[in-house]
């Protein structure tokens, strides 16, 4: 098993999990993986990386050590997740007249445009389930997708 001093604050089977998937995309087998692995090892861990936390992994320039992977896997296994506030009070900023509904088609350029894009398939599935004649209440959308899994 590598070497996971930094990773003290782990539990041993999470330790055990993080050693097993590392030493998969380990294709060198010096112990290390290349930044650009970095996303998909964590993905394998069942952690998603923002769109800046990939760009932040491209700009590594050396091969990461199984500590210098532990530091960025607790980071953000760390991270708080988003709730159900936080979603609506983003969603607010798009309420223009103020009466919790924002355009449909606005919905639809933000979820594909900004921050974490999706496709725009993706993005008309979101949109379809609370379309009401060109607009969204946004309350009513946060709470259906964060009951349903896609």
Request: glycine share 4%; aromatic share 8%.
């Amino acid at each position: 098993m590598a070497n996971l001093k930094e990773a003290s604050t782990l539990r041993d089977k999470e330790r055990n999990e993080i050693c097993e998937v590392f030493q998969l995309f380990d294709n060198v087998g010096d112990g290390r993986i290349a930044p650009e692995q970095l996303a998909d090892v964590l993905r394998c861990l069942d952690l998603n990386p923002l769109a800046s936390d990939v760009e932040r992994f491209k700009q590594i320039k050396v091969r990461l050590s199984i500590e210098d992977f532990c530091h960025e896997y607790t980071a953000l296994r760390n991270r708080r997740a988003p709730v159900y506030e936080d979603f609506v009070e983003g969603l607010r900023a798009f309420d223009h007249e103020g009466n919790g509904f924002v355009r449909t088609a606005e919905l639809r350029s933000v979820l594909c445009y900004l921050g974490d894009r999706l496709k725009m398939e993706e993005a008309e599935e979101i949109v379809s389930l609370r379309d009401e004649n060109g607009k969204i209440d946004y309350e009513k959308l946060v709470k259906d997708l964060m009951t349903t899994a896609f």
